[in-house]
């Protein structure tokens, strides 16, 4: 069970996956060895899935951003596994949430700009197994981007 403790680990690693186990241990008012054996445990259990870097996409030269509303012609199963596979194979949806109601599915795409966007959305998106409708909303600005769990 996580307690009080775990979660400000967990809202301290939210916002620093890169503290060092010393660091945190000071800041969640632990010494090293119970934080360490916390965190491992954290870990252990799937609290904490990984660590990764915040990469600003402008600065891969991945700017432009769209959010793209999915509705399936039909919604059963084989559609469905054959539908989410594709989406997890393909590198320029970086989000993707089944939802209740219509539309079926929502996509964060991400391209280089208007043109590469369109040249996927016409070759990549339109090819997506069991497609009957495609909307896309382009984002102006990101007001809170990679925001952390409320812990």
Do not use: W
């Amino acid at each position: 069970m996580i307690d009080a403790i775990d979660k400000e680990i967990l809202r301290r690693l939210q916002n620093d996956g890169r503290m060092s186990a010393t660091a945190l241990a000071a800041e969640v008012g632990l010494t090293v060895a119970p934080c360490h054996r916390r965190l491992k445990d954290l870990e252990a259990s799937g609290a904490i899935t990984g660590y990764r870097a915040v990469i600003d996409p402008a600065a891969v030269g991945l700017g432009f951003e769209a959010l793209v509303f999915v509705t399936l012609a039909q919604v059963d199963r084989a559609t469905l596994d054959e539908f989410e596979a594709k989406v997890a194979q393909n590198v320029h949806i970086t989000s993707a949430q089944r939802l209740f109601g219509d539309p079926d599915f929502i996509l964060k795409v991400m391209a280089e700009d208007l043109n590469d966007y369109q040249r996927y959305f016409d070759t990549e998106l339109t090819s997506l197994p069991g497609v009957l409708r495609l909307r896309s909303t382009l984002v102006m600005k990101n007001l809170k981007p990679g925001a952390g769990l409320p812990l």
